[in-house]
């Protein structure tokens, strides 16, 4: 069965750290662009970042950049996001996704039924 599947969410306080992992199995992740994405309650989905399948290129969203970090370990098929200097806005269920390669640039903005494959999603919370 092909799928992702995200973990390391959890209950931080403000300013602290988390890793998130969204693991491949089923198929090559390094075949794809990953993205992860966030949705918090009443609001829309929001792209966070995308790392190109192709040379490692990465795209932030500017709420994020500084302070997260989107990593690919295609040997273990697994994507990471490192999340620093967590705020309370970040709380959100995120997702991660994958798009065949050649999509990367658009990776952040494509309609969800253009991905290949979505996870189940991982709560973070940011709260003291």
């Known amino acids: 069965q092909r799928q992702l599947v995200e973990s390391g969410g959890g209950l931080v306080q403000p300013g602290e750290s988390l890793r998130l992992s969204c693991a491949a199995s089923?198929?090559?992740?390094?075949?794809?662009?990953i993205g992860w994405f966030r949705q918090a309650p009443g609001k829309e989905r929001e792209g966070v970042s995308c790392v190109s399948s192709m040379d490692g290129s990465t795209i932030y969203a500017d709420s994020v950049k500084g302070r997260f970090t989107i990593s690919r370990d295609n040997a273990k098929n697994t994507v990471y996001l490192q999340m620093n200097g967590l705020k309370p806005e970040d709380t959100a269920v995120y997702y991660c996704a994958a798009v065949e390669g050649p999509l990367f640039r658009l990776c952040m903005v494509l309609p969800s039924g253009e991905y290949d494959y979505w996870g189940q999603g991982t709560q973070v919370t940011v709260s003291s």
């Open positions: 089923g198929f090559t992740l390094g075949h794809y662009a």
